[in-house]
């Protein structure tokens, strides 16, 4: 049986990484290869791979990629040590609110150091940090799977209504956005796996339409239940229609639980509030930035005007329009009910103590 390659983000084996390039979808399937870091940012920087994990796994497996046709050029594991310093520190610019790329960079970078202590032969020092860098395919796949169980188990148990729910989720959050399964679509897929879901709603998400282009591409091709609306229809979808539960990503939540996400979540934050209907972040903890206290220290990209006035490069606005377009929004903790993880989900007040315990458990 040949491998089912439509929803995979990225394909890779050692040597060689290639990733769908999602500007072209749904019209168009084609991967495009990424031979060095630079390729790799310029990927990320144009969203050909956007969603927060997606981005941090290929800026690290095009490292991996460019080491590993590189090793000849160094003349000492030190020249190796700057040099991946100094990708990773160039990677994480590719864009300013997604934390996971500077959050890998961080792992890496504290491997690196040690590592160092063991080898004498720079082959075996770059083949092994190579391995490292790899592990993150697979921790990627398994903390999604984790947190859509998690997800699909909290969402089912606190739910009264006994048949089966309806969840509201934005943007892409699925395999697209991620290694696999994805992170709030996970939890989408979980429920629809368990038997649990009448209909997945998930908005269209302008201005760069993840909703209409990537989620619908991914709830079709998996024959999930779906009901599509504008991003405008999402407060008289709430006042009429049964809604169990929002289900988000995140591509920051600081240390009091503030969750910055695609612009737009925070109204749907906003108007579950005042409908009573839970408002879950579907997260890895590798989106968790303790370094921030609250979301007013994180940087909101702003992206060009283009992708808002045009569609497919038409022209859907006057020529000559002024525009503001903010990537993403903050959500205040006090409209999150839960933050879902891969170690489970956690009340935004409890998060940080939360994540300590497990960082210390794991040290210890
Ligand atoms: O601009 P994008 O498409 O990269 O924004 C993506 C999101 O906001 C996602 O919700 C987030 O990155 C989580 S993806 C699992």
Redesign the pocket.
């Known amino acids: 049986m040949t491998e089912d390659k439509t929803l995979k983000a990225i394909q890779y084996q050692r040597g060689s990484l290639q990733i769908l390039d999602q500007l072209k979808l749904p019209d168009i399937s084609v991967y495009i290869p990424i031979q060095t870091v630079a390729d790799a940012w310029k990927a990320i920087h144009t969203?050909s791979i956007?969603?927060?994990?997606a981005i941090a796994v290929c800026g690290v497996l095009s490292l991996a990629v460019d080491l590993h046709h590189s090793r000849s050029k160094f003349e000492s594991i030190a020249s190796v040590q700057q040099y991946v310093i100094d990708e990773l520190n160039y990677l994480v610019t590719a864009r300013p609110t997604?934390v996971n790329m500077t959050d890998a960079a961080k792992t890496i970078i504290d491997y690196l150091i040690p590592l160092s202590a063991k080898h004498q032969s720079i082959p075996e020092y770059i083949d092994e940090l190579i391995a490292f860098i790899e592990q993150f395919l697979e921790r990627d796949l398994a903390d999604n799977r984790a947190i859509g169980r998690h997800g699909a188990e909290q969402i089912r148990l606190t739910t009264a209504n006994p048949k089966k729910l309806t969840i509201l989720t934005h943007?892409?959050?699925g395999s697209l956005?991620?290694v696999g399964f994805?992170?709030a679509l996970g939890v989408i897929r979980q429920l629809a796996a368990n038997g649990d879901l009448q209909t997945a709603y998930f908005t269209e998400t302008r201005p760069y339409n993840?909703g209409s282009r990537l989620t619908a591409y991914e709830l079709v091709h998996d024959h999930i239940p779906h009901t599509m609306i504008c991003d405008s229809m999402a407060g008289l979808l709430m006042r009429t229609q049964p809604v169990h539960g929002v289900v988000?990503?995140?591509?920051r939540v600081t240390a009091n639980g503030d969750t910055a996400?695609?612009i737009g979540t925070y109204q749907l934050a906003i108007l579950a509030k005042y409908h009573e209907i839970p408002f879950y972040v579907a997260a890895p903890t590798t989106s968790i930035d303790l370094t921030k206290r609250t979301g007013d220290e994180i940087v909101i990209e702003q992206r060009p005007s283009k992708e808002m006035t045009s569609i497919k490069g038409v022209n859907i606005a006057a020529e000559g329009v002024q525009v503001w377009n903010p990537?993403?929004d903050v959500t205040p903790a006090q409209l999150i009910t839960g933050i879902i993880t891969e170690h489970g989900v956690f009340k935004p007040d409890e998060l940080e103590e939360r994540l300590l315990a497990l960082k210390n458990n794991k040290s210890s």
Do not use: Y
Request: charged share 15%; with cysteine; proline share 5%.
């Open positions: 969203m956007r969603g927060a994990p997604a943007c892409n959050t956005a991620t994805g992170t993840q988000v990503g995140a591509d996400n695609k990537a993403f």
